[in-house]
């Protein structure tokens, strides 16, 4: 969603004939190991373009989220200004360009769920440095490539709070490195800044955000390779995370699995210390995502995973282990 688009062509035409409408809905049924099942509407997203001019491409974005309620909610809406062929810059609400998982949609992952280290869950201890979604407001300068071999790099000031109303006075600076290559891509990203809690996280006082990431993607051809780390601090917790990925394309399909970790302490403790409230949790996810056309995928996983948190002396080990059938429409 965060792309810009191709704007070429465009000139001599009324906005309405350069104007188009896209999306995709996520419908699942999940099992988990603790007996709980049901049928879920993960995720809807519908995205109005509109290039009115050769510099200009407006972008909404309507969502639906999660699996409570039937709240549409606006999940983008900025301008994308050509300043020249070397740079460009967006205004106002967009998701984020941290690393990979967080900067993708989550039509183009393979797993069911972004990496705990990038969205993790509200629960105190599990949230991921985008638990809240990955748009936020602000503005963000691209420096595009000349050639192939520089990346586009971005430079953005944000409030820090999501898709929130402002909490608090402090912006968030980030910038993000991103190389593509004929095999892959590659690229790396750092932002720091500070965050006031909100529902549906346990409210707080104001606190540091702040984290870098590194990652790499290899395409299959037919095996393929992705891996991310991140590590930072959010909410008085030192968090630190990885996963790594292997991939197959069998020709109607691509098989994968992944390992994460991850890890939130106290500040000041240290990650490889286990206790004094600290939440570990790692997973082994195995899929298939089966494309049956252009419109349609198929995508069963399982995932064996597990979470320990506690205080010393009190730790508790929870099973968090899952598996998935997810069907997605998508449209343009």
């Known amino acids: 969603m965060s792309c810009a688009v191709a704007q070429e062509g465009l000139d001599q035409q009324p906005w309405y004939k350069s104007t188009s409408i896209s999306g995709y809905f996520h419908a699942r049924y999940i099992a988990w190991e603790n007996d709980q099942d049901g049928f879920d509407f993960r995720r809807m997203y519908v995205t109005v373009r509109s290039a009115v ?36 810059m967006q205004v106002g609400q967009t998701p984020t360009w941290f690393g990979l998982e967080g900067w993708e949609g989550s039509m183009s992952r393979l797993p069911l769920r972004r990496a705990r280290i990038l969205e993790g869950t ?62 892959g891509m590659f690229g790396a990203s750092w932002f720091d800044g500070t965050l006031t809690p909100m529902a549906p996280l346990t409210a707080g006082p104001e606190a540091d955000r702040s984290a870098v990431a590194a ?63 600290a939440t570990n949790y790692d997973a082994l996810h195995v899929g298939y995502a089966w494309k049956l056309d252009n419109a349609n995928q198929i995508t069963v996983e399982y995932v064996d995973a597990e979470q320990t948190a506690g205080a010393v002396g009190a730790r508790t080990t929870m099973d968090d282990s899952y598996g998935g059938i997810q069907w997605q429409f998508a449209f343009k």
Do not use: C, H
Not at 74 to 83: E, H, P, T
Not at 130 to 152: I, K, Q, T
Not at 230 to 254: F, H, K, L, S, W
């Open 122 to 183: 509200p629960a105190p201890g599990a949230e991921g440095f985008w638990v809240l979604g990955a748009p936020d407001r602000g503005v963000w300068l691209r420096r595009n490539p000349a050639n192939a071999s520089e990346p586009l790099v971005v430079v953005g000031v944000s409030n820090g709070q999501f898709r929130e109303g402002e909490q608090n006075t402090a912006k968030n600076v980030s910038v993000d490195v991103k190389f593509k290559r004929d095999w």
């Open 53 to 88: 001019n050769d510099q200009t491409t407006g972008i909404i974005t309507l969502s639906r989220v999660g699996g409570k309620g039937a709240n549409i909610d606006l999940y983008n809406a900025f301008v994308d200004y050509k300043i020249n062929d070397q740079y460009s």
């Open 215 to 277: 990652y790499v993607r290899i395409f299959p051809a037919p095996f393929g390779f992705q891996a991310e780390w991140a590590d930072g601090e959010m909410m008085g917790r030192d968090r630190d995370g990885y996963y790594v990925q292997g991939m197959y394309d069998t020709g109607p399909g691509t098989a994968f699995a992944r390992w994460e970790e991850y890890t939130a302490d106290p500040a000041g403790v240290g990650t490889s210390q286990i206790g004094a409230g």
